[in-house]
């Protein structure tokens, strides 16, 4: 079967739109999904074409539910392949479970420095030289998965959470990609928490 990514957004979507705008990625978007109705995440998914909900987490009485409805969401769209950008709720055990090995998070730091919200600014908050990003698998555990791919850039003297957060997102953009391409291409294997990717289909 053809692989249908959803991509899970609750802010701005400045991923998203990188997905959205990558040759092979974004031809394989066929689902956006928002707990924010205001989420620009969703007009973005309208401009490209691409289904866009928002589920409401006001409906639903516990996370339980919500994750319930998420899922029935997810298997009658047949999505193959889950992309968390930029999600701000935590997923339980039953969404991670169903799509184990297929559901990729992109965290703001260089895990495991730094988990949670706020990543940029803690980073800067600490005085650290060197910042980054991570790719890494969804489990149970937040900001824990196996890592597929992380990249670092130095924190500049004059930066500030701002400066810091631009650069970040640039780099973002550009490596988020490189993983889902993996993923979708099966090119990914998981040793416990060691990961390996085959780069012959190109990065
Ligand atoms: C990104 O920095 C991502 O690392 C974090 O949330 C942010 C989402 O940004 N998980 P955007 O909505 O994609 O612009």
């Known amino acids: ?38 989420s620009p995440a969703l007009e973005r998914a309208r401009d490209a074409r691409v289904k866009d909900v928002f589920l409401d987490p006001g409906k639903h009485e516990s996370r339980d539910e919500y994750d319930r409805e998420l899922l029935e969401l997810l298997r009658g769209e047949d999505v193959t392949h889950v992309v968390l950008a930029g999600w701000m709720r935590i997923l339980g055990p039953e969404v991670v479970e169903a799509y184990r090995w297929r559901m990729l998070n992109i965290h703001p730091s260089l895990l495991p420095a730094f988990p949670g919200d706020n990543a940029v600014k803690a980073a800067i908050d600490y005085g650290v030289k060197v910042a980054g ?24 003297r004059t930066d500030d959470e701002w400066e810091l957060r631009a650069r ?14 993996a993923m979708l291409e099966d090119r990914i294997e998981v040793f416990g928490r060691y990961v390996t990717i085959d780069e012959a289909g190109g990065w």
Do not use: C, W
Request: no cysteine; aromatic share 2%; proline share 3%.
């Open 133 to 156: 990003v991570t790719v890494h698998f969804v489990e149970e555990q937040v900001d824990h998965g196996p890592i597929i791919l992380q990249e670092s850039i130095p924190v500049l």
């Open 168 to 181: 970040i997102q640039e780099l973002e953009h550009r490596i988020y990609r490189v993983a889902i391409r």
């Open 1 to 38: 079967m053809d692989a249908r990514v959803a991509v899970l957004a609750s802010g701005v979507g400045s991923n998203l739109q990188a997905l959205l705008d990558d040759v092979v990625v974004g031809r394989k978007v066929a689902l956006v999904v928002s707990d924010h109705s205001d």
